[in-house]
């Protein structure tokens, strides 16, 4: 079978990844015994990003997740914050 070309932007590709890192190593530092977890990054991801990352932590068995920026919280603009729960 032949591989054919996604539409995706290979720049959005590498901020998936980048931010995907962020997340991990932020959740590296957490007390791993919770069942929730706020993981805040420096940035804001675009909403387009934020939603694929609530895809593929939900595809992984997640319950609950939630990818929100700082200014769509109301908030001051430059981070993102991951909640993550198992219930």
């Given at each position: 079978m032949?591989?054919?070309t996604k539409?995706?932007?290979?720049?959005?590709d590498?901020?998936?990844?980048?931010a995907?890192?962020?997340?991990?190593?932020?959740?590296k530092?957490?007390d791993?015994?919770r069942?929730?977890?706020?993981?805040?990054?420096?940035?804001?991801?675009?909403r387009?990003l934020?939603?694929?990352?609530?895809?593929?932590?939900?595809?992984?068995g997640?319950?609950?997740v939630?990818?929100?920026t700082s200014?769509e919280?109301?908030?001051p603009f430059?981070l993102?914050?991951?909640?993550l729960s198992?219930?």
């Amino acid at each position: 079978m032949i591989n054919l070309t996604k539409p995706t932007d290979p720049e959005q590709d590498k901020e998936l990844e980048k931010a995907l890192t962020a997340f991990e190593k932020a959740f590296k530092r957490q007390d791993k015994s919770r069942s929730s977890f706020n993981l805040i990054i420096p940035g804001e991801l675009s909403r387009a990003l934020c939603d694929r990352v609530e895809e593929l932590y939900s595809t992984v068995g997640w319950k609950i997740v939630k990818c929100k920026t700082s200014s769509e919280n109301g908030e001051p603009f430059g981070l993102t914050m991951l909640t993550l729960s198992k219930i």
